[in-house]
């Protein structure tokens, strides 16, 4: 079965520290990854996905199949980046999501 | 374009009751997507629908759940005789297209059950 684990569920770290929240996946095709974020008292919004290869607000994630891990970075933490992040993986319509990782970031 | 829309945002039933939850997709969006997030865990799919279709209902426990998305108005998640085990964060997604393939799901705001 399809499994997304984010095996840290808090990250805290102070303003301008570099951050990594990890996440692998466990499926044998071709699955999209993506990571999902919740800023307080927010929705869950999309923040980047591992098709396009963007950076978003300073985030990078790149999808490792050999290790099948897809580990959302950023150079320098800001307090505005504390919220939950989820990782999610899909291969036909439904996400698949991790527990989550609460990024706490710290003055 | 006022984004996904869930009501109500909190719904508190007694054990036995039963509770719908509605979610109006953003405009144009034909496809929705129900997941089940309890407490201390990831969001769980739950059901697929499209106008009129349920498409994938794999996620959804096989009783008192049940989901529908009319020709007209909003997707419905019923679940008849809640428990406290149901007591959790529902949430809705929409998207123009099939998901998958890079294609995004909009979130709504959740609907929290309380079960008493």
């Known amino acids: 079965a399809q499994r997304v684990t984010q095996p840290e569920k808090l990250l805290s770290v102070f303003k301008g520290a570099p951050v990594e929240l990890k996440c692998n996946y466990s499926?044998?095709?071709?699955?999209?990854l993506f990571w999902y974020v919740q800023y307080s008292r927010q929705r869950l919004q999309l923040l980047l996905r591992h098709i396009s290869r963007e950076s978003i607000k300073g985030f990078t994630a790149d999808l490792n199949k050999g290790e099948t891990s897809f580990h959302l970075k950023k150079p320098f933490a800001q307090e505005e980046d504390s919220a939950m992040y989820y990782c999610a993986s899909t291969n036909t319509d439904k996400l698949i999501f991790g527990t989550g990782t609460r990024l706490q970031v710290f003055p | 374009n006022a984004g996904v829309m869930q009501n109500p945002r909190h719904l508190v039933r007694r054990r036995g009751q039963e509770a719908r939850l509605r979610c109006s997709p953003m405009k144009g969006h034909s496809h929705v997507y129900w997941y089940r997030q309890l407490p201390e865990e990831g969001l769980k799919f739950m059901v697929y629908?499209?106008?009129?279709?349920?498409?994938?209902e794999s996620g959804m426990p096989k009783e008192r759940f049940s989901a529908e998305f009319p020709k007209e108005g909003p997707s419905i998640l019923r679940i008849q005789q809640v428990v406290r085990g149901d007591s959790a964060a529902y949430f809705c997604?929409?998207?123009?297209?099939?998901?998958?393939?890079?294609?995004?799901?909009?979130f709504g705001p959740g609907t929290r059950l309380t079960v008493t």
């Open positions: 997604a929409s998207s123009p297209f099939t998901g998958g393939a890079g294609y995004e799901q909009y």
């Open positions: 499926y044998s095709g071709s699955p999209e």
């Open positions: 629908l499209q106008k009129e279709n349920i498409i994938d």
